[in-house]
């Protein structure tokens, strides 16, 4: 079992950058794999980022490459998600999940934080 928690989001102006952080329970938090996703009002969730379980490999989504960068931190037990240059359309809630290998899919994550609001302002 795995229990995320987000942090980090909240207002910013287009341009700017945040930082999110997503904190996980569990000794074996190294294992997994893990993932960003957004989701904006009335629309589906949208694959942001994920990384393996080492760190060694990393995917994005293509509205975001480029511009976000994912990193994690095992001796923390902790994945960050680095927004640059973002823009009003990244507004959204942003979850981490955690499951067995990198994917774009969300059916492959297994546990889901419960999200953290960013909005960003033109």
């Known amino acids: 079992q795995v229990q995320l928690v987000e942090s980090g989001g909240g207002l910013v102006q287009a341009g700017g950058s945040l930082r999110l952080s997503c904190a996980a329970s569990?000794?074996?938090?190294?294992?997994?794999?893990l993932g960003w996703f957004r989701q904006a009002p009335d629309k589906e969730r949208e694959f942001v980022a994920a990384i393996n379980w080492s760190g060694a490999t990393t995917y994005f989504g293509y509205s975001v490459e480029g511009r976000f960068a994912i990193s994690r931190d095992n001796t923390k037990n902790t994945v960050y998600l680095q927004m640059n240059r973002l823009k009003p359309e990244d507004t959204a809630v942003y979850y981490c999940a955690a499951g067995g290998i990198a994917a774009i899919s969300e059916y492959e994550y297994d546990y889901w934080g419960q999200g953290t609001q960013v909005t960003v302002s033109s």
């Open positions: 569990g000794r074996t938090f190294s294992s997994y794999a």
